[in-house]
Nanobody, 123 residues
């Protein structure tokens, strides 16, 4: 079992940056593929980014490619999402998730979720 706690959200102007963190409990963090998803009001939860267990492979939604960077520190049981050049359409609750692998873009591939952190980008 792993518990996930996100932090780092907030209010930022368009063009600004934020770094989200997701701290995981337990001693098996390095065995999980980690993902970031987001959900805007009235919309479905959507894939943002994912990272392999070792951190050697990363994957991004087209909408954030080149602006967001996912990384992990297995020694600290933490995954990060560096978000640059933020746009108003990035406004959403951001969730981190842990899973054994598979279709990393699919919420069904993840069995553990954090509570989410709000990111609001003003124009």
């Amino acid at each position: 079992q792993v518990q996930l706690v996100e932090s780092g959200g907030g209010l930022v102007q368009a063009g600004g940056s934020l770094r989200l963190s997701c701290a995981a409990s337990g001693r098996t963090f390095s065995r999980y593929v980690m993902g970031w998803f987001r959900q805007a009001p009235g919309k479905e939860r959507e894939f943002v980014a994912a990272i392999s267990t070792s951190g050697s492979s990363t994957y991004y939604a087209d909408s954030v490619k080149g602006r967001f960077t996912i990384s992990r520190d297995n020694a600290k049981n933490t995954v990060y999402l560096q978000m640059n050049s933020l746009k108003p359409q990035d406004t959403a609750v951001y969730y981190c998730a842990a899973g054994p692998g598979g279709n990393y873009r699919d919420t069904e591939a993840y069995g553990h979720w954090g509570q989410g952190t709000q990111v609001t980008v003003s124009s």
